[in-house]
């Protein structure tokens, strides 16, 4: 594989942005393979946003509390 293919695997995962609409919303990380596990979490206070990437170990992300997950597919809002 070219290295430039390699290296986009790498970085060139979809992005996500959360902002949290109020204190203690969880950004979850969970990593790809025979086992899904945890592999990175993130405590967001009301108004911080986190910007996260997919990539080659991660995916997907588990959202808990109430916030407001912006992607290329379009805005979705979690929580109550």
């Known amino acids: 594989m070219p290295q430039s293919e390699s290296e986009g695997r ?22 790809r393979g025979a086992e899904n596990r945890f592999l990175h979490t993130e405590k967001l206070d009301e108004g911080e946003v986190w910007i996260a990437q997919f990539t080659e170990h991660i995916s997907a992300m588990k959202i808990r ?15 109550k």
Do not use: R
């Open 65 to 79: 509390g109430s916030a407001t997950i912006l992607t290329k597919h379009g805005e979705i809002k979690s929580g």
């Open 10 to 31: 790498l970085t060139g995962g979809d992005y996500i942005a959360v902002k949290a609409l109020e204190n203690g919303v969880t950004v979850i990380g969970v990593t």
